[in-house]
C-alpha cells in the first residue's frame, strides 16, 4: 500500500482533491492537515483536521489543497525548502497525454484535458473541464479555472489566475501575477501584472 498521503488544505478545492484520490485509489490513506486547524474542530469528508505544518514529518507526501494561489505557492516554497516530497494528483476521468510534462505538487481535475508536449508548473490546478492545447506552458501555482479554454502554445505566468470560462487565443503569452476574469477573451499579450476583463480583454482599473 502507499504511503500515506497529506492533503494540505481544508476548504472547497481539499474536497475535490481528496474526491480524486479516493476515486483512484479507494484505499489509499489520507491525512489532512492545515495551518487554520486551531479555528475550529474542522472535518472535510469526515476526516478530522490534525494539526498543520508541525504534524509534518519528513517522509511526508503532500499535495497542496489551497485554492489561493499565493497562499498555495508560499505553502509550496516551504514544503520543498524542508525536503518534503509534492505528490501529483491527476483525476482518473481526466485526459493527459503522454508527451505532458507535469511539475510536483499539480492537481488536473475531472474532465480536464491536457494535450501535446504541454508542461505545467509546480503546484499549478488544471480545474474541471478546462481544455490545454498543444506546447502550452504554464508556470508555478497557476489555476486555470473549471471551464477554461487555452488553444495551441499559450504561455501562463506564474501564480497567475485564468478565472471560469476564460478563452485566450493560440500563442499568446501572459506574464505573472495576472488575474483573468470570468468569460474574458483573451486576444494580446499580457505584459504587466493585474486585472484583465471583458472581451477582449483590458486591463481592470
Request: hydrophobic residues 45%; glycine residues 14%.
Amino acid at each position: 500500500m502507499p504511503d500515506p498521503l497529506i492533503v494540505f488544505g481544508s476548504g472547497g478545492h481539499a474536497k475535490v482533491v481528496i474526491e480524486a484520490v479516493l476515486t483512484r485509489t479507494p484505499d489509499r490513506q489520507v491525512v489532512v492537515l492545515d495551518d487554520l486547524h486551531a479555528e475550529e474542530a474542522r472535518s472535510v469528508f469526515g476526516l478530522k483536521v490534525l494539526g498543520g505544518r508541525g504534524n509534518l514529518d519528513a517522509s511526508s507526501r503532500v499535495i497542496p489543497a489551497i485554492g489561493d494561489n499565493l497562499a498555495r505557492a508560499e505553502l509550496i516554497g516551504w514544503l520543498v525548502d524542508q525536503g518534503h516530497l509534492l505528490e501529483t494528483v491527476v483525476h482518473p476521468n481526466a485526459l493527459v497525454a503522454h508527451s505532458v510534462s507535469i511539475g510536483p505538487g499539480t492537481f488536473v481535475s475531472a474532465g480536464a484535458i491536457v494535450i501535446a508536449e504541454t508542461r505545467i508548473g509546480a503546484g499549478s490546478i488544471i480545474n474541471t473541464g478546462a481544455t490545454v492545447d498543444h506546447d502550452c506552458v504554464i508556470g508555478e501555482a497557476v489555476h486555470i479555472a473549471p471551464g477554461v479554454h487555452l488553444c495551441g502554445n499559450v504561455h501562463i505566468g506564474a501564480r497567475t489566475l485564468v478565472g471560469v470560462g476564460a478563452s485566450i487565443k493560440p500563442g499568446i503569452s501572459i506574464c505573472s501575477d495576472v488575474v483573468i476574469g470570468a468569460g474574458s477573451v483573451v486576444v494580446r499579450d499580457i505584459r504587466d501584472p493585474g486585472t484583465f476583463t471583458g472581451n477582449p480583454a483590458r486591463q481592470f482599473r
